[in-house]
């Protein structure tokens, strides 16, 4: 779950840690819906992962939070039960609509 501070700021995560895209998804999906809500859009990313693909019992999530200038904070959370909810922030959601519009340029 990364932080949607900016574009650019998980463009950047996704190459120097080296993420592919599935990774990233969740946090593009939450700038995209709901714009740089700052720390609390981890919790919207992993809303959306349990909406999405959900939570297995014993996986884990790693959450990374940026504030200004060079704070940072991370927490790894391990699953103790499996998560498949469909939360009502993700309602009617088009993931295809939203790699649509990033290929156009427009957010």
């Known amino acids: 779950c990364i932080h949607t501070g900016g574009r650019g700021v998980i463009d950047e995560i996704e190459k120097h840690l080296q993420l592919n895209s599935k990774l990233i998804e969740p946090s593009r999906a939450a700038l995209f819906r709901y714009g740089?809500?700052?720390?609390?859009?981890?919790?919207?990313?992993?809303?959306?992962?349990?909406?999405?693909?959900?939570?297995?019992?014993?996986?884990?999530?790693?959450?990374?939070?940026?504030?200004?200038?060079?704070?940072?904070?991370?927490?790894?959370?391990?699953?103790?039960?499996?998560?498949?909810?469909h939360h009502k922030a993700w309602e009617g959601f088009d993931v295809s609509r939203m790699y649509t519009e990033l290929a156009k340029g427009s957010c």
């Open 36 to 85: 740089n809500v700052s720390s609390s859009s981890i919790w919207y990313v992993l809303s959306y992962i349990e909406t999405s693909r959900g939570v297995s019992k014993g996986d884990h999530v790693w959450q990374l939070g940026f504030g200004s200038g060079f704070k940072c904070n991370s927490a790894v959370w391990r699953a103790n039960r499996c998560v498949q909810e």
